[in-house]
């Protein structure tokens, strides 16, 4: 191995060992995955930081041959387009450590929809993602929704939820979407969920902004179809939790 | 010359510490200057990317040090001695190596491509590369989270062994490692040395030494691979991020498309097969049992991802057959559940 080569790699590799600790230190990592993995990103850490200090250790070993007068063996990967893969491998490290990290934004859910239904798990226990007593959630709600076809038993009760501000072309001028993207392991898996809402002040709420909505429960329509719906008393603007994503 | 030799390594140490350190203290001053916040689109397709690889990438690192640890610890022969040689056994061989080393859809790459290099046969590596994403312990266990000991995690493992095995028999009848691995893969089985870092007057290694160098090995074969990785991710995410996929979900109870739907997604979305019980959750209860079984065993074996690591290792042609006889076995597979069987 060159030695610039072998310099390129450990750099890349410490690179990705470093990019690895400042999502794993400044909390973004939830950002990026569910928590219930992140054993996995800091045992590749240590790994990545083992391989590049093996490396730079040998190039030592190889320049005192040398400097002994040792030639060390040929070069078989002559021509092989090593700074390639040096490279592309770089592509993660800048990535992660300059473009600042953010979760997705509304316009993905142009792309991927938006659920009136929460994504059931049915062997395993149903994980919460709140404190005992916190008010319900998105998803809890959702889940709640999915076990009863009749909307109209919800009249009434009371709800307190976070989520950002969405609108579609079902919704009506005085109704919005509460809504919150759902994964399961990681962002590539995202499906926004939402409850609708509806409120005077609705028109004057800018998509993608966190709010906190409280209210009651009532019943409206959604693309034809009766659904519950928040009819909100308050809508206050929020601070995007720490993990923004609901884990079903 | 090992004073100075150590000297040198600290040295070496305390500058990239000390280099981290300044860097971190200079990055969230860089971070406003030169990366103005990207558009929406464009962030959400670096956040997948970089979800998807820090998921992944592990496993590939994982493998690659199985890799290094083979090459230096486990001579052709040792291998000769265990692996049968009459095609069925070989493959039914493959099919359990997973168990051995548990190193998931992503980091068996690197194993198969140096067991080859220690003279495996052709069809035991085949059938390890196909059922090692589904037939090991980390897999077994978080489908067993995911959905229980139902019928969906049966299927995925008798479907897996069966799909990978066939395959596996279908490539003993070739048995030259010379028409399908790339020519560059075969130097090392053509009698050629692809020794990447020779230390010099060393007639004996001791442990530490051997440990190193396997090491080195490891670091070169992530590289090597890493970036058929790499590609494969971005491409994956791009078209996560750019191409709708809500009318995919509205097919979810009809029997052939809903198959089609998650055979298509499985193979975009490139998710680790450790993980993947937990994506697939979300839609057992919207689709056929066929479509979920589909996702569940065609994922492992091929995806964007797999696709271009594959092509790291072996020939187009043979690239192109890992990825149509999987894909059809795993669609009449599904199709039949949905079909005939219509649980």
């Known amino acids: 191995m060159r030695r610039l080569e072998g310099v390129l790699k450990a750099a890349v590799l410490a690179g990705l060992a470093w990019m690895l600790y400042s999502t794993i230190s400044d909390g973004t990592l939830t950002y990026y995955t569910n928590a219930r993995f992140a054993w996995l990103p800091f045992v590749a850490m240590m790994l990545l930081a083992a391989l590049a200090m093996t490396l730079v250790y040998r190039l030592q070993l190889i320049r005192g041959a040398r400097e002994q007068g040792n030639t060390p063996e040929g070069d078989n990967k002559a021509g092989r387009l090593w700074w390639g893969g040096v490279a592309i491998m770089a592509i993660p490290v800048v990535l992660g450590?300059?473009?600042?990290?953010?979760?997705?934004?509304?316009?993905?859910?142009?792309?991927?929809?938006?659920?009136?239904?929460?994504?059931?798990?049915?062997?395993?226990?149903?994980?919460?993602?709140?404190?005992?007593?916190?008010?319900?959630?998105?998803?809890?709600?959702?889940?709640?929704?999915?076990?009863?076809?009749?909307?109209?038993?919800?009249?009434?009760?009371?709800?307190d939820v976070t989520g950002f501000i969405y609108r579609d072309s079902h919704n009506g001028s005085d109704q919005f979407w509460v809504s919150r993207f759902a994964i399961s392991c990681c962002v590539a898996d995202a499906t926004a969920i939402g409850m609708l809402a509806q409120s005077p002040q609705a028109p004057s709420l800018q998509v993608g902004n966190w709010v906190r909505v409280t209210g009651q429960l009532g019943v409206g329509k959604y693309a034809g179809q009766t659904v519950p719906v928040i009819h909100a008393d308050q809508i206050t603007s929020a601070d995007q939790p720490a993990n923004p994503y609901l884990n079903p | 010359?090992?004073?100075?030799?150590?000297?040198?390594?600290?040295?070496?140490?305390?500058?990239?510490?000390?280099?981290?350190?300044?860097?971190?203290n200079l990055?969230?001053?860089?971070?406003?200057?030169?990366?103005?916040?990207?558009?929406?689109?464009?962030?959400?397709?670096?956040?997948?990317?970089?979800?998807l690889?820090?998921?992944?990438?592990?496993f590939l690192l994982f493998g690659s040090i199985v890799s290094g640890l083979i090459e230096v610890f486990i001579t052709p022969d040792d291998l000769a001695n265990v692996i049968p040689r009459a095609s069925f056994p070989a493959t039914l061989v493959g099919a359990l190596l997973g168990l051995i080393f548990p190193v998931g859809a992503?980091?068996?790459?690197?194993?198969?491509?140096?067991?080859?290099?220690?003279?495996l046969p052709v069809s035991t590596g085949i059938t390890f590369l196909l059922s090692a994403g589904a037939i090991n312990p980390v897999v077994i266990a978080s489908t067993y989270v995911a959905?229980?000991?139902?019928?969906?995690?049966?299927?995925?493992?008798?479907?897996?062994?069966?799909i990978a095995m066939s395959v596996g028999l279908v490539f003993s009848v070739q048995a030259s490692l010379l028409h399908i691995l790339r020519p560059e893969v075969l130097a090392p089985v053509m009698g050629g040395s692809q020794d990447p870092m020779p230390v010099a007057g060393a007639q004996v290694e001791s442990f530490p030494d051997r440990l190193q160098r396997s090491l080195v090995y490891a670091a070169n074969e992530f590289f090597d691979l890493g970036r058929y990785l790499v590609v494969g991710l971005l491409i994956a995410s791009a078209l996560q991020t750019l191409v709708p996929q809500q009318w995919l979900l509205e097919f979810g109870s009809r029997p052939a498309e809903s198959v089609f739907a998650l055979t298509s997604m499985t193979y975009v979305l490139s998710a680790g097969s450790s993980v993947d019980a937990f994506v697939a959750l979300p839609y057992a209860s919207t689709f056929t049992p066929g479509a979920i079984v589909a996702f569940l065993v065609l994922g492992p074996m091929a995806s964007i991802k797999s696709t271009l690591m594959f092509l790291g290792v072996f020939r187009r042609r043979i690239v192109f057959y890992l990825f149509l006889l999987p894909l059809l076995a795993t669609l009449a597979i599904s199709l039949a559940l949905n079909l005939r069987l219509g649980w």
């Open chain 2, 27 to 51: 990055i969230p001053l860089l971070s406003g200057v030169p990366m103005p916040t990207l558009p929406d689109l464009a962030q959400t397709c670096v956040t997948t990317f970089l979800a």
């Open chain 2, 53 to 58: 690889f820090i998921q992944v990438m592990p």
């Open chain 1, 97 to 159: 450590l300059m473009v600042p990290a953010r979760p997705p934004g509304v316009s993905v859910i142009g792309i991927r929809g938006i659920s009136l239904s929460a994504p059931v798990r049915p062997a395993a226990e149903q994980s919460t993602n709140r404190a005992a007593g916190a008010p319900k959630n998105v998803l809890d709600w959702l889940r709640e929704f999915g076990t009863n076809s009749d909307p109209s038993v919800y009249i009434g009760q009371t709800v």
């Open chain 2, 106 to 119: 992503c980091g068996v790459v690197p194993v198969v491509r140096r067991l080859y290099q220690k003279g």
């Open chain 2, 1 to 24: 010359m090992s004073r100075k030799k150590l000297l040198s390594s600290v040295m070496l140490i305390l500058t990239i510490l000390l280099g981290t350190l300044a860097l971190d």
């Open chain 2, 147 to 162: 959905f229980g000991l139902n019928t969906v995690f049966w299927a995925r493992l008798g479907f897996s062994l069966l």
